[in-house]
Nanobody
Framework: QVQVVESGGGLVQPGESLRLSCAASGNIFSINAMGWYRQAPGKQRELVARITSGSSTNYAVSVKGRFSISRDNAGNMVYLQMNSLKPEDTAVYYC??????????????WGQGTQVTVSS
């Protein structure tokens, strides 16, 4: 089994920063892509940022230039540095890990989510 655990959410004021962390553990052969998604009340879950095994990144247009994703392959960790936060960034943030099987194929794993609230 694989466990995915996020941390680092909280309540901040507009313009402030937060750093989210996500740790994957358990029966892991190899990790492919890692990413962060978010879901605001009444909205669909959306991709925020994604990083491949080769460290290529892509971002949602709404966060480009403010958020930065990075990964620590040795520790099976992925991070999301969020700067210049806006009220519209308020959402539950979910970590997503794509794990490759030694027998071929891949499986998506999700964390339980961490709440980020941006409010004055």
């Amino acid at each position: 089994q694989v466990q995915v655990v996020e941390s680092g959410g909280g309540l901040v004021q507009p313009g402030e920063s937060l750093r989210l962390s996500c740790a994957a553990s358990g029966n892991i052969f190899s990790i492919n892509a890692m990413g962060w998604y978010r879901q605001a009340p009444g909205k669909q879950r959306e991709l925020v940022a994604r990083i491949t095994s080769g460290s290529s990144t892509n971002y949602a247009v709404s966060v480009k230039g403010r958020f930065s994703i990075s990964r620590d392959n040795a520790g099976n960790m992925v991070y999301l540095q969020m700067n210049s936060l806006k009220p519209e960034d308020t959402a539950v943030y979910y970590c997503n890990i794509v794990i490759l099987s030694r027998y071929g194929g891949s499986t998506f794993y999700w964390g339980q989510g961490t709440q980020v609230t941006v409010s004055s």
